[in-house]
């Protein structure tokens, strides 16, 4: 059968280190009125690291443990390199002034220095200021006993950040992706000439002017607590702005090179974070308290230029991005994630589906209309549309469908993350409850669009199909005017990146509940403890959500590109657990 029975053998090895040492000095000076702290350090960092693998194959046997004892030298490999090695400088102070104990004010100032850049833009100076006003404290609000604490809250503030390790802003040769064939005789092909191969030298494409990327928040905020700080609110409303983005930007071929790193873009940020806390201790042997935080959050690009498309065709190690777009361009899902002005992040691109094709007459006269317009493919731009396909929008209203009708179909991103936790007590006993989920939320599903469709797009084989797509897709006998036919030949592209594949991705998951007993303390401590605690728990109880059906509802692919993206994922397992708790 032609099985490869030779034995391989690899050896791979990384490593990354880090050195940092900080030195800081703080001073305070307090009497009954003023309180004032004051603090200056600095820091250095160092990071540098290497890698090398090496590999061969058609060893004498299975045991063999050194690469060079290969039957076959030619099969043997290595390669390897030292990392760009970064270098950090910083300098920072804080003071912290208050006054009667109501009236705070907080200032820093960072100077941040990085070999990531060049001479005239190495540093960078990140200044931030907080006030706040403890209202509770002023005599006016000692005639409100109900309003136990009462604070106001401003700040504002940057920070820097300076990408990962690069060499990209003083402009330097290299052969990286630089090889050229050459004949010796005269430069000329012919008899008696040899091809050669050699390696040619390239000035890189820079930004001289390379600087650091700006973090800009401000926020107000309210602290809130009453009946004793039983019950206790925190509410805060922020911006958040990211400023001379260190990114790739795309240039024309033309010039030699097709992207730069510089700094270009602006993205905000903007949002509610609240967290509502009770407590109560009911009696001597009840007591109980839950907690519910909550945040909303609009993301937006302020400034980018042209659009960025990307693609998310790899795989991550978390089991976040199993399956990966398979084949973008076979799928026609090309370039599913946007970034545009005036809109989020990442969002969805494709297009809109404006029903199912139910007759043959149907398909004619869109193809009639196209080529009285002038386009003689017909309507879905060649492709040979029958009944029972689904018929795309043509946006732009040249009457016929292409690229340029694919439009944005939302994002990722909810309009509410939501989290809380109940715990309750009776003498001995103990039970905690905690649970997450969001609202508003659109998954841009490509697993459903796997589940939905008999085209083979990833590996080849016909994929599996949920029973209600069997049952409501639609047949000769069975006009569905919500999913389309079943076949092979997927020649109208119904797999291809729309709005049908959009659902809604709203989730409540259960994610553990705990029951735990107290051993009576006398008890233990006649046996030389000092406590012992039983308990059972449930991890990833239950999860409730219409998405289901697709998989995981927690959709995400680790990179805020595919915020809300889903190509499935492993599912989550649901674990029970017991044990003993002893402290001594």
Partial sequence: YNYDTKYYLGINNSNYNT???ENYLTYNWKNDIHNLTVMAGNSISRGFGNWS?????GFPGDNIRDISLTNDPSARSGLGAYNLESRGLSFFGRFQYSLKDRYILTGTMRRDGSSNFGADNRWGNFPSLAAAWRISEENFMKTVPAISNLKLRLGWGQTGNSGGPTDLSVTALTSNKIQYFYYGQNGQSGMNTTRQLATGYAPTLTDPRLKWETNEQSNIGIDLGVLNNNLS????????????????QSIRPSSGYTQVYTNYGEIENKG??????YKKQINQDWNFSAMLTGSTLKNKVVKMGADLFSE???????GSNVGAIGA???THWNGHSICREGYAVGSFWGYEVEGIYQTQAEIDAANAAAIAAGHSGGYNNGSKTVPGDFKYKDLNGDGYLSDKDMTILGNGFPKLNYGLTLNAAYKNWDISVYAYGVAGVKIYSYSAMTLSNMFPSDNGTTPNVLQEVAETAWTPTNHSTSMSRLSFLDLNYNMRGSDKWVKKGDFLKISNVQIGYNLDKKLMKSIGLESARLYVSVQNLACFSSYNKYGDPEAGQGSVLYTGLDTGRYPSARTYSFGLNIQF
């Fill in 272 to 277: 509610i974070e609240f967290s509502l806390n």
């Fill in 233 to 248: 609110l925190t509410l805060d409303y922020f911006v958040r702005k990211s400023k001379d983005l260190l990114l790739y």
């Fill in 328 to 330: 973008p361009s076979g």
């Fill in 19 to 21: 050195l940092a040492i």
């Fill in 312 to 318: 998310n065709t790899g795989t991550t190690n978390d």
């Fill in 53 to 57: 693998n090496a590999s061969g194959n």
